[in-house]
């Protein structure tokens, strides 16, 4: 089974607002002056030239609130792949969540910019491609997760956002059982953005990620530190750190974005985990996208442009600082570094062993979480 985690562990809040940039200037929605972590990524310096327009992301989760007032009218395909088993073709039906955890994920993406309600995503003026693949209660399989990534693919979507995880022993050791979608995903020009997990044991991390071509994300708080909860990146092909909010305590130290809830229309809440620092990421490649670059132009252009002062945390190998998205897209002419590394650095042989083992791994009915 997998299943969706929302960081739960608390830090205390530790230095004034003062210190922070006054965000409301750059938008017009009532709730953007709580969006510390769109400050900290540098969203709004980005806005003035890049929006993500014309670039659709693929939100494989719980679904999406199909109504919601900072999203309905951003959602260009939906369907759920529940019971799909592998295959896009046999999704079929209605991605309305049931949970509120994807609808969550999508508003940090993408989320409506300057229409007078509720908060913004990186990239707001980009559309969401929504492939349900998670229960009501947050559980499913890999099958239909696999399904949902190459349908959101085959529907147009030029990043795709899987704020999921596997069981973090097993995979930490034999390899990820997504390796089929995410795979697919690339190599039909869609960037597969990852969240890391929410399960951070003895230092080990996603090194089971070494040779897929996808972004792993860590997740950091409102001051620059890597998050107690958010998973090591081991030596992921690609990494980063991008805001996921620290768990527990005030609403003011998480993340804040759209959500469903049965009770409420319209809903926004406050999160945290891993799964909410990826959405910041694949928003920033969306910003890439439609500025005209390459997929693989993309993300070496978020990696490299990454603040490295930010620590990403012990096991974190390859890692290259926390997302700056004003950084990234300035002048994307001018390149601002080497393609980041790629492989398993110092493990040779082992490694192409561990990519095998994964392989089988996918044969295993393996219990996850969402990051």
């Not at 209660?137 to 990043?159: Q, Y």
């Not at 059982?177 to 230092?203: F, H, K, Q």
């Amino acid at each position: 089974m997998r299943r969706l985690v929302a960081g739960v562990l608390a830090t205390a809040l530790a230095a004034s607002l003062a210190l922070l940039p006054a965000p409301a200037l750059a938008s017009n929605d009532p709730r953007f002056s709580e969006q510390w972590n769109l400050v900290t990524v540098g969203a709004p310096a980005a806005w003035p030239t890049a929006t993500g327009s014309g670039v659709r992301i693929g939100v494989v989760d719980t679904g999406i609130d199909l109504n919601h007032e900072d999203l309905a009218g951003k959602v260009v395909a939906s369907v759920s792949c529940v019971g799909a088993a592998g295959d896009p073709t046999q999704c079929s039906g209605s991605a309305q969540d049931d949970n509120g955890h994807g609808t969550h994920v999508a508003g940090i993406a993408a989320a409506t910019k300057d229409n007078g309600r509720g908060v913004a995503g990186v990239a707001p003026d980009a559309h969401l491609v929504v492939a349900k693949v998670l229960a009501a209660d947050g559980s499913g399989n890999d099958g239909d997760v696999t399904a949902g990534i190459k349908w959101a693919v085959d529907n147009g979507a030029r990043v795709v956002n899987l704020s999921l995880g596997d069981n973090f022993l097993l995979t930490s050791l034999l390899g990820t059982s997504l390796r089929e979608g995410i795979e697919y995903a690339w190599s039909r020009g869609a960037v597969p953005v990852l969240a890391a997990g929410n399960t951070n044991l003895l230092g080990l991390g996603s090194s089971n990620y070494g040779t897929l071509p996808a972004i792993v994300v860590g997740a950091t708080d409102r001051f620059d530190r890597v998050t107690s909860y958010s998973s090591p990146l081991g030596t992921a092909r690609w990494s980063i750190v991008a805001p996921g909010g620290a768990g527990g305590g005030t609403d003011a130290e998480k993340v804040l974005s759209t959500f469903w809830d049965e009770d409420e229309p319209n809903a926004y809440k406050a999160l945290a985990g891993t799964s909410m620092a990826a959405p910041h990421v694949a928003g920033a490649v969306a910003l890439l996208l439609g500025q005209g670059l390459s997929p693989q132009a993309a993300v070496d252009r978020v990696l490299s442009s990454a603040n490295a002062a930010v620590s990403c945390g012990v096991g974190s190998l390859t890692c290259r600082g926390r997302l700056d998205v004003g950084k990234a897209v300035t002048g994307v002419a001018t390149p601002l570094g080497p393609p980041a590394p790629g492989g398993r650095p110092g493990l040779g042989g082992l490694g192409s062993l561990l990519d095998v083992l994964g392989g089988l791994l996918n044969l295993l009915p393996l219990g996850g979480r969402a990051g």
